[in-house]
Nanobody, 115 residues
Framework: QVQVVESGGDLVQPGGSLRLSCAFS????????MGWYRQAPGKQRELVAV???????NYSDSVKGRFTISRDFAKKSVYLQMNSLKPEDTAVYYC?????????WGQGTQVTVSS
């Protein structure tokens, strides 16, 4: 059974930085595509960033150049470094672990960007 748990959400001022963490429990971490998604009030959940088993990454246009996704195989963790945060980045951020057979979501962590 694969589980993912997010942490690191907080209240931050515009222009600030934050790093989210996602801890993976289960086996075969290296085979999973790991992604960060977010959902703002009244909006649909959207993809923020994804990192593939081979290390390739994709980002949404809205965060490209500001956010960086990375993974640590030894710690079975994925991170989202968020810089130059904007009020529109305010959302609940979810971690996702996926293969062709499995798909697991965390409970989410709140990020609020406000002065």
């Amino acid at each position: 059974q694969v589980q993912v748990v997010e942490s690191g959400g907080d209240l931050v001022q515009p222009g600030g930085s934050l790093r989210l963490s996602c801890a993976f429990s289960g086996s075969a971490f290296s085979f999973y595509r790991m992604g960060w998604y977010r959902q703002a009030p009244g909006k649909q959940r959207e993809l923020v960033a994804v990192i593939f088993p081979n290390g390739n990454t994709n980002y949404s246009d809205s965060v490209k150049g500001r956010f960086t996704i990375s993974r640590d195989f030894a710690k079975k963790s994925v991170y989202l470094q968020m810089n130059s945060l904007k009020p529109e980045d305010t959302a609940v951020y979810y971690c996702n672990a996926a293969t062709t057979l499995y798909n697991s979501w965390g409970q989410g962590t709140q990020v609020t960007v406000s002065s």
